[in-house]
């Protein structure tokens, strides 16, 4: 019963955890919009072109991050399933 509460909280963790990240995201691609508009808008304002330029700099390396996670993932489910079968 105990083993059952804690998977059932741990479940909820996950949840409310996958809804943050969500909402993270969205904010930071909201905020990545308008600061492009008002580079765009405004360049005479060096200072918000230079921010979007690292601000895509983050995001190139957090997508290159990412791809590689997911491709080790691959990787070890592919050896995985050699080894199994």
Known sequence: MESQARAH???KEVGKTRQ?????TSIYDLFLRYTAASAEA???KE?????????NTIRDSKRRLAGSSKKDKKVKEEETTQ???
Not at 20 to 24: A, K, N, P, Q
């Open 83 to 85: 080894v199994a079968g």
């Open 9 to 11: 909280k741990s479940a």
């Open 20 to 24: 943050v990240r969500t909402e993270l």
């Open 47 to 55: 200072h918000l072109t230079k921010l979007l330029k690292d601000l």
């Open 42 to 44: 405004y360049p005479e």
